[in-house]
């Protein structure tokens, strides 16, 4: 089946250190989601990506819909503690009856070295 | 407030015993899914269900059951747990053309 490669698996970074994780696939998608899991938590929706070539920010964090609509990245500027967490890419490919699928990549996690 | 609320957050049972994890949201969204998490496999669905009376199987569906009887709730069902169900388990739901899910907390499921 279609598979995500998330990288990196982790991130230890110094407070205040700028953050980049991306995802590939073998696969073309229609839309790139990025999710932030806080510790305890379900994930919850950072960035939604919708068009090739599409550069989105949502304060700090800057995500890109690739060209060829088989990556994307995702920047963190000046990280704060608050930005840990585990980070997911998720590709989404529509199917037939107005159904769709998303594939999740294994997600990095980040770290704040104190 | 605009939720998904799953039950229980915690649950150890044993090999065999039937189990029921519930899921509910109010935010009138059709599509509702459900995931485990895995360490170093991401989120992996489980069954989907697009409307009530409507479901689907996802990518790890064996050993698991779904109903969809009201828009509302969709409940998780292991009728006979193994040790290889343990993991995190999410329910998420979102309006039908819209891909933005909304997760629940978690329910972190150990079976002995």
């Known amino acids: 089946g279609q598979q995500l490669n998330q990288s990196p698996q982790s991130m230890f970074i110094q407070e205040g250190e700028d953050v980049s994780m991306n995802c590939t696939s073998s696969?073309?998608?229609?839309?790139w989601l990025w999710y932030k899991q806080d510790p305890g938590e379900g994930p919850v929706l950072l960035i939604a990506?919708?068009?090739a070539g599409e550069l989105t920010s949502n304060g700090r964090l800057t995500a890109q819909f690739g060209i060829t609509r088989k990556d994307s990245f995702l920047n963190i500027s000046a990280s704060i503690p608050s930005d840990v967490g585990i980070y997911f890419c998720?590709?989404?490919?529509?199917?037939?009856?107005?159904?769709?699928?998303?594939?999740w990549g294994a997600g990095t996690k980040l770290i704040i070295k104190p | 407030e605009a939720q998904v609320t799953q039950n229980p957050r915690y649950l150890i049972t044993v090999t065999g015993k039937k189990l029921t994890v519930t899921c509910s949201q109010n935010?009138?969204?059709?599509?509702m899914s459900w995931y485990r998490q895995d360490p170093g496999l991401g989120l992996r669905q489980i069954y989907y269900?697009?409307?009530?009376?409507?479901?689907d199987k996802g990518d790890v569906p064996e050993g698991y059951k779904v109903s969809r009887k009201e828009k509302r709730n969709f409940p998780l069902i292991l009728e006979s747990p193994s040790p290889n169900q343990t993991s995190l388990y999410f329910c998420?739901?979102?309006?039908?053309?819209?891909?933005?899910?909304?997760f629940g907390p978690g329910t972190r499921l150990t079976v002995t």
């Open positions: 269900s697009m409307n009530v009376e409507v479901t």
């Open positions: 998420a739901s979102s309006l039908i053309g819209n891909y933005e899910q909304y």
């Open positions: 696969s073309i998608f229609n839309t």
């Open positions: 998720a590709g989404l490919t529509l199917k037939l009856d107005s159904n769709y699928q998303l594939i």
């Open positions: 935010m009138n969204h059709e599509y």
């Open positions: 990506l919708y068009k």
